[in-house]
């Protein structure tokens, strides 16, 4: 009773305070909240500040109806979509990977997550799906392994666009992909301060206390970037007198006679042709955000089309890459981007995640490749082992046979794909985390440009960056969204605003 | 200067016509919409029909915010799904295989789907996820293949629930799984009345104008489920003297020579054992719908959680099939259900779809298949193509090797998943068709059962039943509804309903 009697008398001087609107109209005393079979009093019905109640209820209504359409709307996703990052994450939301929580994963995830990745469907090799790209045309994408997730998109630019693309890169000019042999190398060594029996334990990758010609090679690939074939590295055997008994293998007792840098050193005196490269291209990288020329903007929208992912991601992923390699040029076979473990950093986030990690790769979730030219002869892309049952590292160089040289050995691909102007090729570096995120890395993304037998290869490469950790991604977006409302008040104004400009320009202070 | 005349003369007398409401209640000349600034007109405001529609708007308000939260709460899911069909459709629709109709396939499928079928994610081989189909329990699902898309899931059931399903089979009692020689064979050839010719043309499968030992093998599995092997074809043939020359081919003129049903009746002659045929077994049927045992009306449901279907099209699949080898029992590669042309009708909807089409097939979409017990030796469930790179029929028999042999080549097979109590495997017969619905047959679910060594295996399957022609599904879902609203009358009423029966009977006609 005491309760209700205070309620009461709460009710009654306060029926009207609505906050702000309290201090700028001080109304009369309002009887109560009228209900339905309650004896109208007229006068109190005569009243100004009922007027008021009806205009609080007319607003509230016509703000309800408005943010009812609106969730309506975004919600079934509107039909020309990918402009803005909300709705993509909405459509996202409603597409292949959002994992129906419900069943699965009830509480695994530690925390929510408000984007989603959908993921193409590749149905099974040879499988055809049309997609809209572009106003009034269909372009037909076709699935040409799972093991890479890999499509091909013929038409993707049109003849227009790859003149125009390799015309800015021209205009932009090319630098070589690789130089020749690293320098600085001896000291680095020096500073590490490892003895010859620690190198040994280094390279000896199966640890069997033997060398064998494959460890040896793969070392020198990756550190190097020299593309010693077995035969090489017999020769330089013999040229150091490395190897005594003559089984190709070396020994502890055998590494420790040569001299810590005796490779390098060879190597220089013997010197090194382009060929004889992991890479013997040039290249140079274009820019496609604001400003940039009309057919990179729309290659990068396209892209965005085409991988269905949120516009935000697109856009802050590396500039456009175009290659060119000359006759007799070629690219190794590699991975786009490395393995991710828990102490691996992306290159992209590595600022915004703030953290000293060992390792670092690029984080190239999706590689889309255009072929801007046709080649005329080889400069296929080859995919040694596309939709291989199994993958091994070991089996890739067997009996002399290295299936990453695409000098040698393109023909013995599982897949290759040829080089058609217009045409693009999109896959997978990454697996999905089943989750709706980045998962593992898809080790049978293994791929490399075949040698060009006869003219001239232009390519462009788009990579889509996102980091496997989905909370870094989060960051890194926040953190440049930011930085890119800052630059934008500065390229506004071109000076520092005054806290007045700043109050007026936001429009939702106006009232 | 008109145009606002006529406007506002239109505005005022009608600015409280409401449409119906106008009808209803006859109200006195109101004023103009009172806008803010505008002078107030007390004596305008002092009305009773002011107040009407104030409680209109104020009951519209509720009434909206109401329809709001409704749709809030539907299209969020709720958190128990799969308890009727409309919840299942909803959270399927935000599940992986709803396509993103805005991006894709913009009008290439004739008609509107309400209904889409998510696909569990493989990620990759050995990949394992979470997912809660019990409550208080969490399973652990592996991916042992994605060609054909298939997953083993440990202790799906209990050690308690394998024995009483057991028990329910032996109760019901077992039937031969295939009898030996069909009989009749005769008769039907000489009623379709074809020449030695023809049928030599019809068995000619590659057209080379000779029968290789595969084509003459792969036509008696078929026809007389018989499994012979080359040996056993070569010793027909010796016996026969149908291939003088010896080299393992029947040209048209050895065939000609050839009584028509020569090799059916060699083979009646030296009897046929149990080993010979294509599936050496005994099974029986359990109905798992309302009035079924708990155990197998669990696992139903269990089935419908894990593939994530709505529990319409698992309700209205084949009865549980639980199956007995005895030691020497085995069943040889075979795919669960063939491959569907449009001229393919499926068994379950075949009457619904009310056409005669000269193919038909059981459409069984997904496999689900349990180990009822641990076999002591042998018996594993092989998948011999399980992620080849390729699939090619012809070469499944090479060099004498018969990879769909389960009593010699199991051994050779890519997967061979152990018999384990309790396991569950599920694998899906065919692809998606990349819009949400069932597709092209996987031809990689070939599979068998391997040889039981050494004591019995129980196994028990489930098979989802969907047709591809997502029209025919639908009809024959609906149709099956309407009878079984019909049969539920029947068994409420015992009786032949009076139309005012049925009319109470329907609550949406109470009022």
Known sequence: MVRNHIRSKMIEPQCCDDGDEHETLPLPTLPPMPRERVPLQKSSICSRSYFMVVMVFFHVYIINVIVLLLYVHYNNGPGDALVTQKRDEASAGSNHHKPSESHQQPSYSGFQRDMYLPRLEGIRVGHVQKVSLVPDKVHEMRTLSLKPLLFEIPGFL????????????????????????????????????????????????????????????????????????????????????????????????????????????????????????????????????????????????????????????????????????????????????????????????????????????????????????????GGETAFPVADNRTYEEVSLIQNDVDLMDTRKNCDKSNLRVNPTKGTAVLWYNYLSDGQGWVGEQDEYSLHGGCVVTRGTKWVANNWINIDPDYQRQAR????????????????????????????????????
């Open 158 to 377: 049109s003849e227009e666009e790859c003149r125009v693309v390799v015309q800015l890169a021209q205009l932009k000019g090319l630098m070589e992909s690789q130089v020749m042999v690293p320098e600085g190398q001896e000291e680095l060594t020096e500073q590490l301060n490892l003895s010859p029996d620690d190198i040994f334990n280094l390279l000896d990758l199966n640890q069997d206390g033997q060398l064998q010609l494959e460890e040896i090679l793969t070392h020198s690939r990756v550190r190097d970037g020299i593309w010693l074939t077995p035969e090489n590295l017999r020769e330089i055997y013999a040229g150091l007198k490395a190897d005594p008994d003559g089984n190709g293998l070396l020994s502890l007792e055998e590494f420790r006679s040569l001299d810590s840098n005796a490779f390098q050193r060879f190597l220089q005196q013997r010197g090194v042709k382009s060929s004889q490269l992991v890479r013997n291209s040039r290249h140079t990288w274009l820019y496609q955000g604001k400003g940039a020329h009309q057919v990179l903007r729309d290659l990068k929208k396209r892209v965005t089309r085409l991988t269905r992912l949120p516009s935000a991601l697109v856009d802050l992923s590396e500039p456009l890459q175009v290659v060119r390699y000359e006759q007799g040029g070629h690219y190794h076979a590699h991975h786009d981007s490395g393995p991710v473990y828990p102490e691996t950093a992306c290159t992209h986030t590595r600022l915004a995640a703030n953290t000293s990690t060992p390792f670092e790769t690029s984080c190239r979730y999706i590689t889309v490749l255009f072929y801007l030219n046709s080649v005329e002869g």
């Open 476 to 511: 890194y977006q926040q953190l440049v969204s930011q930085q890119g409302e800052e630059d934008a008040e500065d390229e506004g104004e071109q000076s520092q605003a005054s806290p007045e400009q700043l109050h007026t320009a936001d429009p939702h202070q106006e009232l």
